[in-house]
T-cell receptor, first 114, second 107 residues
Framework: EPEVTQTPSHQVTQMGQEVILRCVPISNHLYFYWYRQILGQKVEFLVSFYNNEISEKSEIFDDQFSVERPDGSNFTLKIRSTKLEDSAMYFC????????????FGEGSRLTVL | RKEVEQDPGPFNVPEGATVAFNCTYSNSASQSFFWYRQDCRKEPKLLMSVYSSGNEDGRFTAQLNRASQYISLLIRDSKLSDSATYLCGLNTGKLIFGQGTTLQVKP
């Protein structure tokens, strides 16, 4: 069964450092997403990506964040100058051809900022 | 009013019980609706889409009430393995979630 894969599964970083989280979406999917879940809180939408550009982003997704699809398979989330409050689980998701909301999520990358 | 609201629970029920969750939403332009399941410290997984006419998948029944702006999930004959957090999802051009309702099924 096709799946979304994410690396690393856990990353510990110092405050102020840059982090790149990587995702390989399902190969024939066209819509890609990043979500964040702070421990004990809801799953929050960060950004959606379609046709090689951001289609929508939330208020959380400020200049500290960026996304890229550098090679047609990977989908990355870069967090510049990390803050303590960036500590969370980051989920990548992909959707098929219609963008309806039936998404497949990766297992997540846990980011701990010290 | 929050875009998506759910009672966080937990709902503690015995095996075999029937349990129902509601989710209310504020954006009347919401296009499509879903229930996702999230196990502890795991990723959300699609449980079922919610159709206007209501739909059933085994022990699970989903309903949509556009007039009152809520969706519901009914679980019959609860199993221990149903213990999880159930997320209400709305597609408003992007998929957003409620905070989830936690279900604990006890032996």
């Amino acid at each position: 069964e096709p799946e979304v894969t994410q690396t690393p599964s856990h990353q510990v970083t110092q405050m102020g450092q840059e982090v790149i989280l990587r995702c390989v979406p399902i190969s024939n999917h066209l819509y890609f997403y990043w979500y964040r879940q702070i421990l004990g809180q809801k799953v929050e939408f960060l950004v959606s990506f379609y046709n090689n550009e951001i289609s929508e982003k939330s208020e959380i997704f400020d200049d500290q964040f960026s996304v890229e699809r550098p090679d047609g398979s990977n989908f990355t989330l870069k967090i510049r100058s990390t803050k303590l409050e960036d500590s969370a689980m980051y989920f990548c998701a992909s959707g098929g051809t219609s963008g309806t909301g039936e998404l497949f999520f990766g297992e997540g990358s846990r980011l701990t900022v010290l | 009013r929050k875009e998506v609201e759910q009672d966080p629970g937990p709902f503690n029920v015995p095996e075999g019980a029937t349990v129902a969750f509601n989710c209310t939403y504020s954006n009347s332009a919401s296009q499509s609706f879903f229930w996702y399941r999230q196990d502890c410290r795991k990723e959300p997984k699609l449980l079922m889409s919610v159709y206007s006419s209501g739909n059933e998948d085994g022990r699970f029944t989903a309903q949509l009430n556009r007039a009152s702006q809520y969706i519901s999930l009914l679980i019959r004959d609860s199993k221990l393995s149903d213990s999880a957090t159930y997320l209400c999802g709305l597609n408003t051009g992007k998929l957003i979630f409620g905070q989830g309702t936690t279900l604990q099924v006890k032996p």
